[in-house]
């Protein structure tokens, strides 16, 4: 069981998160202006990287705020935490 | 020549106390080059090998995997097979699979104890029944068994189900498919290898792909950790780190893989003679022939490639399970595990070609490529051999998320993750 540190509400336990997937993925400003292949890949193409993953996590059965984390998708361990919008702390 | 499988060589061999049974397959050294080479010795792999070298006469083929054969997934699912999917085209390449089941211990001369012994699906609500009934109309019309079951009969078939009305998640009904079944999971892996070896194919085990070797955008080889291997057609049949692999050749994929949890129970004598899903409680679970109950957890939602899962999704997947068993409570779990799943948006396959010439693709099974197996492999051979995809898994092309002609079996096929 993963223990995840809400920003707002501290250490919490995994059940109460639900999981947004990738960070970092804005809507186009101006879909009519973007091919289907342009379309496609911001509809459905993700980065599935095995190793550090920007991720949106939500606190839904807690403040129901959101937030970014960076995490390992090999050990699941969290590396840090960030607001929505910013921009993600440097790693080494 | 490898030695055929028959009543007789057991009892040849019994005279020996089984000490002199050949190996399955040789242990091949990497050649410099061959025609084809499939990336992932897993089910998928191991059986677009043989189809290849069987069907369509291509023998020139090396099967890399990175660990060993029946280590990954293969090893890791609920054995459960079917092919009783909602859409046309998902329902004709699972029935192609189911198909090829029937016949597939004689054609590859090795028994992967596939047991039809009936696959429930339970419905739980209306709109479940009427799912349900909408689900066996269509594969009527495709030519698959199905029939619709009231609460009587799924009474009469699983007398140890929860049956009564007053069951917290009533069960109103359910669809049956009586082809589907379960198989031995570890013999489809071994039986494909042994039958492609036989064929010529070379297995090659503990060779890591660390890159793709690509000449004016076309393929023209595999960088492994023993050394470079040509090839002119490369296959990645890699499920859970298809993203990783195809990454390799600048490709990017609409997948995320997910770990996905199974467990079984101690040994129980027979007790459950069939297959039970339920989608609107989440489980599934049937009797192995040694007596174990096999139960099929869910999907956790993050991104997953540690082959573990999280506690709080089997303890909600063993609630259910005791919801619909409630003679099961006091059963204890001996192994848990967890593979890794690539997840489409659509919950269906990618089999086909890539934008690099020669390099093609075969993922996205997500939770259900067991089933799919010989299927899947034959398919992606036929692909491979000739350069086109065969009307099969035309309709499974990575171009489907462009164009937006996508087949969203997502709930629509038993068990939604």
């Known amino acids: ?92 | 020549m490898k030695k055929k499988y028959s009543i007789f060589s057991i009892a040849r061999n019994a005279l020996t106390s089984h000490a002199n049974w050949q190996a399955a397959w040789r242990s091949s050294d990497p050649k410099k080059a061959y025609d084809v080479i499939i990336i992932g010795g897993g089910g998928h792999g191991l059986a677009t090998a043989y189809y290849l070298a069987k069907t369509f006469g291509i023998s020139n083929v090396a099967v890399l995997e990175k660990g060993w054969i029946g280590g990954g997934n293969t090893g890791r699912n609920t054995t459960i097979v079917r092919s009783n999917y909602l859409w046309d085209e998902s329902a004709r390449i699972y029935e192609k699979s189911l198909k090829l089941w029937e016949s597939l211990s004689q054609d590859i001369n090795y028994n992967v104890m596939f047991s039809q012994r009936g696959v429930l699906n339970l419905g739980h609500t209306l709109q479940d029944m009427r799912d349900i009934e909408r689900r066996s109309n269509a594969n009527y019309l495709n030519g698959i068994d199905s029939e619709v079951l009231t609460t009587a009969d799924v009474a009469r078939l699983v007398p140890i189900l929860d049956t009564s009305p007053d069951a917290r998640y009533p069960i109103l009904g359910a669809s049956l498919q009586k082809r589907g079944g379960v198989a031995r999971h570890d013999a489809v892996a071994w039986g494909f290898a042994r039958a492609a070896d036989q064929l010529g194919v070379d297995i090659i085990q503990n060779c890591e792909v660390t890159g793709i070797q690509r000449n004016e955008g076309r393929v023209s080889g595999v960088y492994t950790s023993r050394g470079t291997i040509n090839a002119s057609n490369v296959g990645i049949v890699t499920a859970g780190h298809s993203s990783t692999v195809a990454e390799m050749a600048g490709l990017r994929l609409p997948v995320e893989s997910h770990p996905l949890q199974a467990l079984v129970s101690e040994p129980l004598k027979p007790i459950l003679h069939t297959v039970v899903m339920s989608n609107a409680v989440h489980g599934y679970i049937s009797q192995s022939d040694k007596g174990e109950l096999v139960i099929g957890a869910g999907v956790d939602s993050y991104v997953g490639y540690g082959q573990r899962g999280s506690f709080s999704i089997i303890e909600g997947n063993l609630s259910a399970i005791v919801e619909l068993f409630p003679a099961f409570s006091r059963v204890r779990m001996l192994r848990q595990w967890g593979g890794i799943v690539d997840v489409c948006p659509d919950a269906c396959p990618i089999i086909g070609e890539t934008d690099v010439r020669g390099l093609y693709i075969n993922c996205g099974w997500g939770t259900g490529g067991f089933k799919a197996t010989p299927g899947s492999g034959w398919v992606f051979a036929h692909t491979i051999a000739t350069g086109q995809p065969h009307a099969l898994n035309a309709p499974f092309s990575i171009k489907r998320f462009n164009t937006g002609a996508l087949i969203d079996e997502h709930g629509a096929a038993g068990v939604a993750h």
Not at chain 1, 13 to 24: L, M, N, P, T, V
Not at chain 1, 26 to 40: N, V
Not at chain 1, 52 to 73: K, L, M, P, S
Request: some cysteine.
């Open chain 1, 1 to 92: 069981m993963l223990q995840i540190e809400c920003p707002w509400c501290g250490p919490r336990d995994q059940s109460e998160f639900s999981c947004g997937g990738e960070a970092h993925i804005s809507r186009p400003l101006e879909p009519d202006a973007l091919d289907d292949i342009e379309w496609a890949d911001y509809l459905f193409f993700r980065k599935n990287p095995c190793g550090r993953h920007y991720e949106q996590w939500c606190h839904i059965f807690g403040c129901r705020r959101w937030f970014n984390a960076i995490r390992d998708t090999v050990t699941y361990k969290f590396i840090a935490y960030y607001e929505m919008g910013a921009n993600p702390p440097e790693l080494d």
